[in-house]
């Protein structure tokens, strides 16, 4: 349990990761302000979870939804401590001359765009309190690794790590830690969906990881959780990734063998996740 219930607010918190992670934060006796693009679900999540929570409607991408979603929750509990930006959707399907410019940004929009305007919101109130407070973002794998056709996806989570390690070196003696998780892959919805649009090859994910398995939301939630907690203070801009073995031989990237002279390197189709 937190000695002092902090007030934690989480992107994309009704389903998947994000609910996991609001589930965990409240079990460990902090307020959870649960974000959504789906407002009723959001409220009735924070409900399931009780009184002590707030469920709100927010557009991430939109700035005067962000900054009004801050605000009501900084009114309601007095203080913000703990900000997850977990809100994200997935790419769209095909190969990248079938793909549109919209839905590349959109993709774009909601994690990087999102993730930058809850963290700026939130970091002008954690820089005028006492206690400072925690960012912990949403990367993923895919953000060093190149698969084919995730370009708006893996461009968003490239942006967040880069992102993330700026603002952990501005703020982190102002107060501020800034972290990132980033997950392979995960049993949510979204990879369901990516699964049945024939996205995922789900034998070759589970042959390359140690346990042979996905990982879970509740996995992510408690490393999430971590980085959150006083344990991880001295932990900035660390990244919380698995899903990858690590007892075969790295293998030489096409270019970068080229350059070296390796003429015969050729590109894996099983490409990491």
Partial sequence: MSPTPRTVLITGAADGIGWATAQRFAAGGDRVVILDLRDELALQRAAELG???????????????????VAQALAHTGRLDVLVNNAGIGDQPGGTVDQSVDAFDR??????????????????????????????????????????????????????????????????????????????????ALVEKLQAQGSLNTDAIHARTPMGRMGTPAEIAEAIAFLASAAGQLHHRRGAGGGRRLDRPRRRHPLRAARRGVVNSRPSKDLPC
């Fill in 107 to 188: 993709v774009l929009n909601v994690h990087l765009r999102g993730s930058f305007l809850m963290s700026r919101e939130c970091g002008r109130v954690m820089l005028n309190q006492e206690q400072g407070g925690a960012i912990v973002n949403l990367a993923s794998i895919v953000a060093s690794a190149g698969i084919p056709g995730r370009n708006a996806y893996g461009a968003a989570k490239a942006g967040i790590v880069g992102m993330t390690k700026a603002m952990a070196v501005e703020w982190g003696q102002r107060g501020i830690r800034v972290n990132a998780v980033a997950p392979g892959y995960v049993r949510t």
């Fill in 51 to 69: 009184e002590a929570h707030l469920g709100l409607g927010c557009d991430v991408t939109h700035e005067g939804a962000v900054q009004a979603a």
